[in-house]
């Protein structure tokens, strides 16, 4: 317990006024006088004058640990640095203090004074910075080796684009493409969509070029006509068994970037779950709801496809266009009428369709529709749409489109396609806005199907990890290996790997170039960090890991199977096997554990029960008030409330805030605690979880979600109501509704359930 303990209380932006920095400056030397040897007050802790008085106490080795009792610590943590060697806590007294506080009726303090609930929750705060810098180790960095190699899975548009920008960096790459050439679907294109000003004209593919560069490159080894067989090891030490043909070769690599592209929509195609090896332990099996691809009938057949031979798809479209002239199928007549169907089998819940949109379709359609006028200037192009879908600039090329006397666009529901006597197609639409129904004959209909990752039903991963070979929740993304959209653009669920181009999500090449090189970056930054010992996302520069007493294990396998992100294996006799770099820090183990042999070195089991613990909690709800423990996340919740606090918003002067890395970081021990010490509440608050998560560690709030049973059974051997604890969701951008979500939470403890009876005890 370090007994160097520098406490530092600002008096401005309204806590000096409200709080009497005087009177808390006694209270910590006469409650921690040994262990804080020094205790000041300052105007402006923030300023020159206010970071020198703690500096001059570092640098005479006074203070080994500051605790700096001022504002939020999201603000002004650019300007509280004391060295490498000082241990800094920020204390809140601010935001979530004499900003938020909201004075009940039966404070009766005079006039004049501080009131009574103030000082007791500044105090309270205090107490537990003190005794969280007590409990504090500082972690050492553990730097393994690092191999700084980046593996790239596909050699299309994407791939190259990554390899490239890896390469060029100056790290060495692994291009592996499990066709015979470089180039995927880009090689097969005819032109591509605009993606600079003026957005006007199509331009070549130009991919003979970058293929050139990328085979021509020192650091870039390209393997063709292979896959990745097995990614076995963690980041910075993953060795890729590379499949080709009959012969096998194990290759180090650091990181991994995700470039496999996409396929086209198959109308007969259904994505059902079947049940496979390994994900999810039951009866001591591993399970896992496998994606797997059966046939069924064409949900395209309506419009005319599979029917009718001068109905194709874009990607056939795109083809023929490459291969010269456009010419119906049926007989090789040049065309001289295309319809464009949008959204073909695409936008719908119906079985078979894809759910969502593929955001390219649009453009891609008038793109053609560009094909039709430029081989025929007579030929004349129709585009149906339900919605007409552009991203971003690309809106000047619809415009473009627009201005061609010879395109015609219309919305519309098509009722009807058929085919006339020559092997024309005659299509029937309704709801147009010429406000009547129409019929359009045409040469040739070509349907614009959407693109479909190869992650959906194909093992283009092929983990050795306890967890399964492959991305976890895939179905939720509809297929497409990412972890958070939100949060993060390339993070798959997997660390040190990243996914770029339409294996991510659907996009033009344009976007997926930039995305090669996000992903590619975001591939170095693991490898830079993993040299340095510090975590990659989202808590980057994080040094801590999580240790393991493994005396005490009872091989129950929760930390295993809940992590999040697969960090954790098991050894020959059941024990976990801690994967170091491929841990995010989230600490769902330590909450998932239920011997608590889990803990980091800053953040522990022992450091929150012991803050919890160092509150003060009166004897009678009806004279000191309830108390309640609020449990935020660092991520969403934390900062909600600080934009509540600068937003003026109130809340009861009755809780007291923690904050914890994640909601699923919470052990049920810290809810036993909070009761036996007499605290009548405890309210987890944290990011929002389901099919539209929003939590920073993927799994986290769900987790903890799924742990209140676990809680309720806790609080049942205490005798204690579970509605005691209960959690509830908040996005970042909720912070307006903080207010009510405490309010209630304490207006339910002190009107429905009452004191907790352990008070006093």
Request: glycine content about 8%.
């Amino acid at each position: 317990m370090s007994n160097k303990i520098g406490v530092y209380i600002c008096e401005g932006c309204d806590i000096g006024p409200q709080l009497n920095t005087g009177q808390l400056a006694e209270f910590v030397q006469s409650e921690y006088g040994k262990s804080c040897p020094v205790v000041k007050t300052a105007p402006v802790l923030c300023s020159q004058e206010g970071k020198a008085l703690i500096q001059v106490d570092v640098d005479a080795e006074t203070v080994d640990r500051v605790a700096v009792c001022a504002c939020s610590p999201r603000v002004k943590w650019d300007v509280f640095r004391f060295g490498e060697n000082v241990v800094l806590e920020r204390v809140n007294l601010r935001e979530q203090c004499v900003w938020s506080y909201n004075r009940p009726k039966a404070d009766r303090t005079a006039a004049g004074e501080v009131p009574e609930t103030l000082r007791m929750m500044a105090q309270d705060y205090i107490r537990m910075g003190i005794i969280k810098l007590q409990k504090y180790t500082a972690p050492q960095a553990e730097i393994p080796a690092v191999t700084k190699t980046i593996l790239v899975l596909g050699g299309g548009n994407t791939g190259m684009t990554a390899a490239l920008g890896g390469a060029k960096l100056g790290y060495n790459v692994v291009l592996v493409e499990k066709e015979g050439q470089l180039g995927g679907f880009a090689a097969k294109m005819y032109k591509r969509a605009p993606y600079f000003h003026p957005y006007a004209e199509v331009l070549m593919p130009n991919i003979d070029q970058k293929i050139n560069e990328v085979t021509a490159h020192e650091k870039i080894r390209v393997i063709t006509n292979a896959i990745l067989e097995k990614l076995e090891g963690a980041p910075g030490q993953y060795t890729a068994v590379i499949k080709n043909g009959a012969s096998e070769e194990s290759i180090p690599v650091g990181s991994v970037v995700l470039a496999t592209g996409w396929k086209p929509f198959d109308p007969t195609a259904r994505v059902v779950a079947k049940d496979a090896p390994a994900c999810k332990v039951q009866d001591g099996e591993a399970t896992v709801e496998a994606m797997v691809v059966e046939q069924g009938e064409n949900v395209l057949e309506p419009l005319g496809h599979g029917k009718f031979t001068n109905v194709i798809t874009n990607v056939d479209m795109e083809l023929m266009a490459k291969k010269g002239e456009l010419l119906r199928p049926s007989d090789g007549r040049p065309v001289r009428a295309v319809a464009f169907i949008q959204c073909a089998g695409q936008r719908s819940a119906k079985e078979g369709h894809l759910p969502y949109c593929s955001s390219v379709c649009c453009v891609v359609s008038l793109k053609q529709a560009g094909y039709v006028r430029e081989k025929n200037p007579e030929a004349k192009a129709f585009v149906i749409y339900k919605d007409m879908i552009v991203p971003g600039l690309q809106e000047f090329y619809y415009k473009a489109a627009q201005n061609d006397p010879g395109i015609f666009l219309t919305k519309g529901q098509v009722a009807a396609v058929a085919e006339d006597s020559d092997g024309g197609i005659v299509i029937t639409v309704k709801d147009t806005l010429l406000g009547e129904d129409i019929e359009i004959k045409v040469d040739m209909l070509v349907l614009a199907t959407g693109m479909v990752p190869t992650t959906l039903a194909e093992p283009v991963i092929n983990l050795s990890y306890r967890l399964g070979p492959a991305f976890p929740d895939l179905q939720l993304f509809n297929g497409f290996a990412d972890s958070n959209y939100i949060c993060f653009p390339y993070e798959t669920r997997r660390t040190g790997i990243y996914s770029a181009g339409c294996v991510h999500q659907p996009m033009l090449m344009g976007a997926a170039e930039e995305d090669a090189a996000g992903a590619v970056l975001k591939a170095v930054q693991c490898l830079e960090s993993i040299n340095r010992g510090m975590a990659v996302h989202p808590r980057s520069g994080d040094i801590s890991f999580p240790k393991f007493n493994m005396v005490r294990c009872t091989q129950c396998k929760r930390c295993t199977e809940e992590c999040p992100f697969g960090a954790l294996d098991d050894d020959e006799k059941g024990t976990p096997k801690p994967n170091p770099t491929r841990c995010r820090r989230c600490g769902t183990c330590m909450g998932a554990c239920p011997e608590r042999v889990i803990s980091f070195e800053e953040y522990n089991v022992d450091m929150i029960a012991s803050m919890i613990k160092e509150n003060e909690v009166p004897d009678d709800i009806d004279e000191g008030g309830p108390r309640v423990v609020v449990f935020v996340c660092e991520n969403d919740a934390y900062p909600a409330l600080d934009m509540a606090a600068f937003q003026g918003k109130k809340w009861s002067p009755y809780v007291r805030f923690i904050s914890v890395r994640c909601l699923g970081s919470i052990n049920t021990i810290w809810i036993a605690d909070s009761m036996s010490k007499g605290i009548d509440g405890v309210l987890l608050l944290g990011c929002k979880h389901g099919d539209d998560y929003q939590c920073h560690f993927a799994k986290g709030s769900e987790l903890c979600n799924r742990r209140m049973e676990n809680i309720a059974e806790t609080l049942g051997r205490l005798q204690l109501e579970p509605e005691r604890v209960q959690q509830k969701q908040v996005a970042i951008d909720e912070y307006d509704k903080i207010p009510q979500i405490i309010d209630e939470f304490m207006s339910h403890i002190i009107d429905n359930i009452g004191a907790n009876p352990f008070k006093g005890f």
